[in-house]
Nanobody, 121 residues
Framework: QVQLVESGGGLVQAGDSLRLSCAAAGLPFSSYIMGWFRQAPGKEREFVAEIAWNGGYTDYADSEKGRFTISIDNAKNTVYLQMNSLKPDDTAIYYC??????????????WGQGTQVTVSS
C-alpha cells in the first residue's frame, strides 16, 4: 500500500520560509517522479515542482522558479520543498504525489493528504 505523508505546513508571515516534507512508503515503482502540487481556496490544483527519484531531473512552475527548491533523500524516500520569500498568494493546501518515471505529468497516481500553508501579509 502506497503511503505519502506530508508535513511542515503552518502559518507564516510574508517573506518567511517553510520546508515541506513528504515521506513515501510502499512505492510500486523503482523509477519514479515525486511532485508537489497546491490548491488554493476556490482554485484548481496546480503544479508546483517535481523531481526524479535519483535527483537527476527537476522542474518547476514558472511562478516558483527562484523561490522554491525541491530535493529528495533516497535513503529516506522523502522529498522536500524549500519555500522562500513566501507571499500571501502561496496560501494553499500543498499535496505530495508520485508517478512512474515513464508516465506523463498527468499520470500522478498516488497522493498524500495535504498540508496547509497559510501566509499572512
Amino acid at each position: 500500500q502506497v503511503q505519502l505523508v506530508e508535513s511542515g505546513g503552518g502559518l507564516v508571515q510574508a517573506g518567511d520560509s517553510l520546508r515541506l516534507s513528504c515521506a513515501a512508503a510502499g512505492l510500486p515503482f523503482s523509477s519514479y517522479i515525486m511532485g508537489w502540487f497546491r490548491q488554493a481556496p476556490g482554485k484548481e490544483r496546480e503544479f508546483v515542482a517535481e523531481i526524479a527519484w535519483n535527483g537527476g531531473y527537476t522542474d518547476y512552475a514558472d511562478s516558483e522558479k527562484g523561490r522554491f527548491t525541491i530535493s529528495i533523500d533516497n535513503a529516506k524516500n522523502t522529498v522536500y520543498l524549500q519555500m522562500n520569500s513566501l507571499k500571501p498568494d502561496d496560501t494553499a493546501i500543498y499535496y505530495c504525489a508520485v508517478r512512474s518515471a515513464y508516465s506523463r505529468r498527468s499520470g500522478y497516481k498516488y497522493w498524500g493528504q495535504g498540508t496547509q500553508v497559510t501566509v499572512s501579509s
